[in-house]
């Protein structure tokens, strides 16, 4: 499962990093060691064409400014996961969780759905002591292409394909630019997987998956 995470020191290259340099390190609560697995890095953590506010802003035909909304629903159809979205927040070096493990976090520090810049970061748990498997369970079986389907506020469907995955161990932290809030607009979900240590009640690895707008 993934409990919280960790902001860092400004100075730590490996904290994980979101918007001023949030980073994330999961810890879990004690739990079931229900997947193991630390899964093998495939594609590309962001898309190479995507659009920032910069050059969008620049364009004299771009028109009103879209207003963008937060996610309430996260659907994994390959996964066949339809999930509740709420959000969280960080509270100094912790990032939230959702206590209900059916439920994902949309960090409110992030991007918004739909926006033309930066990450927007939802995580959640891979499972739970009391009620079993979570909304992430699967998350490593994600592939290449396979669509994510985020509904905000409005009723409206933000569209993204998996583009790439990534394992981290715990102990080293985040890259720092997983929460950057600038560079091309893409989606990451970040959950737990690895080993189970019941002494520490926390999981060895963070699993994140990369997707871009469609």
């Known amino acids: 499962m993934l409990d919280h995470a960790r902001r860092p020191r400004p100075l730590v290259a490996s904290a994980l990093a979101a918007g001023a340099g949030l980073a994330l390190l999961v810890t879990a609560a004690a739990g079931m060691a229900h997947n193991p697995r630390?899964?093998?890095?495939?594609?590309?953590?962001?898309?190479?064409?995507?659009?920032?506010?910069?050059?969008?802003?620049?364009?004299?035909?771009?028109?009103?400014?879209?207003?963008?909304?937060?996610?309430?629903?996260?659907a994994i159809p390959a996964l066949r996961v339809q999930a509740t979205v709420v959000p969280v927040d960080s509270s100094g070096e912790i990032l939230g969780v959702p206590a209900d493990p059916a439920q994902v976090g949309?960090?409110?520090?992030?991007?918004?759905?739909?926006?033309?810049?930066?990450?927007?970061?939802?995580?959640?748990?891979?499972?739970?002591?009391?009620?079993?498997?979570g909304a992430f369970y699967q998350l490593a079986d994600l592939h290449i292409d396979d669509l994510l389907i985020i509904t905000t506020t409005t009723g409206?469907?933000?569209?993204?394909?998996?583009?790439?995955?990534?394992?981290?161990?715990?102990?080293?932290?985040?890259?720092?630019?997983?929460?950057a809030t600038t560079g091309p607009p893409r989606l990451v979900l970040i959950t737990c997987g690895g080993s189970f240590d019941r002494s520490t009640g926390s999981y060895s690895h963070n699993i994140v998956v990369f997707a871009t707008p469609t």
């Open 38 to 74: 630390v899964p093998p890095d495939f594609g590309v953590p962001s898309a190479p064409n995507g659009r920032t506010l910069s050059s969008a802003s620049s364009r004299p035909d771009v028109g009103p400014p879209v207003v963008l909304e937060p996610p309430t629903a996260l």
């Open 106 to 133: 949309w960090w409110t520090g992030s991007a918004p759905p739909g926006a033309a810049s930066g990450t927007v970061v939802i995580d959640g748990h891979i499972d739970s002591a009391t009620t079993g498997p």
């Open 156 to 179: 409206d469907r933000r569209n993204y394909a998996v583009t790439g995955r990534r394992t981290y161990l715990k102990a080293n932290g985040l890259p720092p630019d997983l929460f």
